[in-house]
Structures are given as C-alpha cells and as structure tokens.
C-alpha cells in the first residue's frame, strides 16, 4: 500500500488518482500508524517551505518519515516535498528541512538568465545524470523524456545525489535519490504517461 503523507499541504486527490490510473492502492493519511503500515511513502507539497516544514513538523510526522527510511521503505518527495528532504531551504529566510538528502534550496533566480519568467512552469526534458548507473526511478522511461514543472526554488550543493536535471536557462536539478529516498522536483501526477510510469516505477521498488 502507497501512502501520502497527509500534512494540510499538497494536491492529494491528483496523486492518488494516478495511483488509481496504474492500478496501484494509495490513500491520503496523516495518521502515524497508517504511515507505518505502508509499504511505499509519498510526501507532496505545495507552496511555501517554511509553512510547509512547520506543518510537518508540528505534526509530529518528522519522527515517523525518518524513522520509516531507516527501516528501508522507499520515500518518494514531489516538488516541494522533494525540497522538504534537503537539510535547509533559503526561501524567505533560512529553515530546515528533514535532513534526509545533503543539500540545499536556493531560488533559481541567482542561476538562470534574468529574462526567464519565475516560477519556472512548463515541460521540460528529462536528462540522466551520465556519472551513475540509471536510477530504478527511471527504469520505464528514457533519457530525454519530458515532465511538468511548477517551481522557483531548486536544490542545490547536491552532486551526489542527481539522478537527473532539466536544462531551464542553466542545469537544475531535477531528481534526487539516496538510498531509497527519492525526490521529484516536477509533479509525476502532471506528466502524463511519463509520470505514471515514473510513479509505477516507485510502486515496484522492494523495501531493502
């Protein structure tokens, strides 16, 4: 059974939807031993990190996600659920973040050329990071595919964990994975065939 992390912040109904759409049980709890039944981890998000982080953390749910990755189950964070895995964010001020993936997010204003509209909104190529083995992320989809973004922060100070950029007036980071914790900058539940096969990807991943 997937669950989605249920904290007051994220699309819920969109995700479970393409989790229905591949044939896959998911359901939207915040409930701590519901977490702990599962078998896979979805943490969605939207909006501002510090709302976000403080939801999260004020939930008590914190504990139970790093508990979780310790026992070995896959983690799956999508847009700001992703950033939420860094070690801390520099979005209006500086908070931290569950500590799960070394790193950080910053705006993607001090990188990308100053004529680009922020957010970045759009669809964008996927392009695999050439210095590891392809991720089990990815193993139904191709180098090149495109997914759909909606961000203005990005992770950075994180070579060792991209798995996969998309190029929008400079590299940024589009994918990480540490160990069995994933995160998708761009919204899989958005991306057509390509995120359900991402997501489908996910669900088939074994607990270590």
Known sequence: MVVIVDYGVGNLFSLVSSFSAIGQEAIASGDAEVIRK?????LPGVGAFEDASKKLFES????VLIEQVKLGKPLLGICL?????FEKSYEYGEHKGLGLIKGEIRPIKEVIPADLKIPHIGWNALKFNKNR?????FKNINDGD???FVHSYYATNCDESVIATAEYGADLTASVQSGKVFGCQFHPEKSGKVGLEILRAFCQMEIK
């Open 60 to 63: 008590g749910l914190k504990e």
């Open 133 to 137: 083995a392809k991720s089990e992320l």
């Open 81 to 85: 659920g992703m950033q939420m895995l």
């Open 38 to 42: 599962a078998d896979k981890i979805i």
């Open 146 to 148: 495109f997914v759909y």
